[in-house]
């Protein structure tokens, strides 16, 4: 079975602080594929970023960055000195290669808010 | 592009009504994804179809849930007949390939209100 925990539920900040986003998987797969999504308050969900299990490389996209490590299975995602239009429900998901095109199993997600 | 579309956006029901959600995928997406989102279980998968055919509905919570693609280029959820505990927002995904090597691309959802 596959789960996803985003232990933070609501998390908020002031402008211009850094934050992080926790995630931790289970899967019993070697090979599997991480998802952060976001979505803002206008409802629809938007795709982040995909990584998969054999990729540790760290990504960064402009203030946007994500930590990958196995060993932990953690996907942790930070937001450089946030901004009010980062507020959103962010979400982490998971899908193991062995799944096929099953839909993703995804954690319950993370509400930011940055006040301004 | 035109993303997924959804429709309604919201619908307010009675108990016992039957209730049809919309979706029409990106075109040249092959797989289509219903899913369900409450404050209690979060985002769940209900049934996802490939090249218009049902491939898992293990997720569908009822019989009172069915999901049909006539064609590529739409969908349908139908709730016969509805409770309150349906209520939730619906949310149609299309993806060009298996999930895990292509993004989902979700719609803006429908927001199910059943009094």
């Known amino acids: 079975a596959q789960k996803v925990t985003q232990a933070q539920t609501e998390i908020s900040v002031v402008e211009k602080e850094d934050v992080t986003l926790d995630c931790v998987y289970e899967t019993r797969d070697t090979t599997y594929y991480l998802f952060w999504y976001k979505q803002p308050p206008s409802g629809e969900l938007v795709f982040l970023i995909r990584r998969n299990s054999f990729d540790e490389q760290n990504e960064i996209s402009g203030r946007y960055s994500w930590n990958f490590q196995k060993s932990t299975s953690s996907f942790n995602f930070t937001i450089t000195a946030s901004q009010v239009v980062d507020s959103a429900v962010y979400f982490c998901a998971l899908i193991a290669e062995r799944g096929g095109a099953d839909g993703l199993t995804f954690g319950k997600g993370t509400h930011l808010i940055i006040q301004p | 592009d035109a993303g997924v579309i959804q429709s309604p956006r919201h619908e307010v029901t009675e108990m016992g009504q039957e209730v049809t959600l919309r979706c029409k995928p990106i075109s040249g997406h092959d797989y289509l994804f219903w899913y369900r989102q409450t404050m209690m279980r979060g985002l769940e998968l209900l049934i996802y179809?490939?090249?218009?055919?049902?491939?898992?509905d293990s997720g569908m919570p009822e019989d009172r849930f069915s999901a049909k693609m006539p064609n590529a280029s739409f969908s349908t959820l139908k709730i016969q007949p509805s409770e309150p505990r349906d209520s939730a927002v619906y949310f149609c995904?299309?993806?060009?390939?298996?999930?895990?090597?292509?993004?989902?691309?979700f719609g803006n959802g429908t927001r199910l209100t059943v009094t």
């Open positions: 995904a299309s993806s060009s390939g298996v999930a895990y090597n292509s993004p989902l691309h």
């Open positions: 179809f490939n090249n218009n055919v049902p491939i898992d």
